[in-house]
């Protein structure tokens, strides 16, 4: 299986801020990396795919970059309502998430 | 509207079954795979299986391998997710979750609100 490693696990950032979160993975995944966010109590959705492509309807402070081993998330603006967990997913073969990053606002 | 709607989940005992069932509605059932993902309490999330829109193609986790089976409904625009010999290790929110190609890709455009399984004597 291709492991995940997210980090930091968890950050707190001032509305405005902004905020980046790293993924990597255990080999090389090419640019097969996705991105999703999960408000509290609510389903993860799809934000970012194959690491830098927007999904429909994303707000362009969303961005992700990076390919074969290493990859960026990044929140241009942090807004409140961006209060989430995000998680990176390699669809390389069987898929794997990473462990999560929780932002908060400070 | 586009939506999935999952359910089936509840309390059972250690080595019983329980099957799980999605509705999809408001997209054509048939022209995408499908998937199960699960969410332990407090925890991150894991993919469970993963039905391509013909059946040809089926996939499962290790962690599930031999227990689970995943299967589809055309007729009825329906997932289910048939588990067997559960164990504590299982209890969790289980989505359903749609691919965005006919085969699996492993892009999950679309999420269901989620089932819970609590696997308990």
């Known amino acids: 299986d291709i492991q995940m490693t997210q980090s930091p696990s968890s950050l707190s950032a001032s509305v405005g801020d902004r905020v980046t979160i790293t993924c990597q993975a255990s080999?090389?995944?090419?640019?097969?990396l996705n991105w999703y966010q999960q408000k509290p109590g609510k389903a993860p959705e799809l934000l970012i795919y194959?690491?830098?492509n927007l999904e429909r309807g994303v707000p362009s402070r969303f961005s992700g970059s990076g390919s074969g081993t290493d990859f960026t998330f990044t929140i241009s603006s942090l807004q409140p309502e961006d209060i989430a967990t995000y998680y990176c997913?390699?669809?390389?073969?069987?898929?794997?998430f990473g462990g999560g990053t929780k932002v908060e606002i400070k | 509207e586009v939506e999935l709607v999952d359910s089936g989940g509840g309390l059972v005992q250690p080595g019983r079954s329980l099957r799980l069932s999605c509705e999809a509605s408001g997209f054509s059932f048939d022209d995408f795979a499908m998937h199960w993902v699960r969410q332990a309490p407090g925890k991150g999330l894991e993919w469970v299986s993963g039905?391509?829109?013909?059946?040809?193609?089926?996939d499962y986790a290790d962690s599930v391998k031999g227990r689970f089976t995943i299967s589809r409904d055309s007729a009825k625009n329906s997932l289910n997710l048939q588990m067997n010999s559960l164990r504590a290790e299982d209890t969790a929110l289980y989505y359903c979750?749609?691919?965005?190609?006919?085969?699996?890709?492993?892009?999950?455009?679309?999420w269901g609100r989620g089932t819970q399984v609590t696997v308990s004597s």
């Open positions: 194959d690491a830098s």
């Open positions: 080999q090389d995944i090419s640019n097969y």
């Open positions: 039905i391509s829109w013909d059946r040809s193609r089926v």
């Open positions: 979750v749609k691919d965005r190609d006919v085969g699996i890709t492993w892009y999950f455009d679309l």
């Open positions: 997913q390699q669809c390389d073969t069987l898929p794997t």
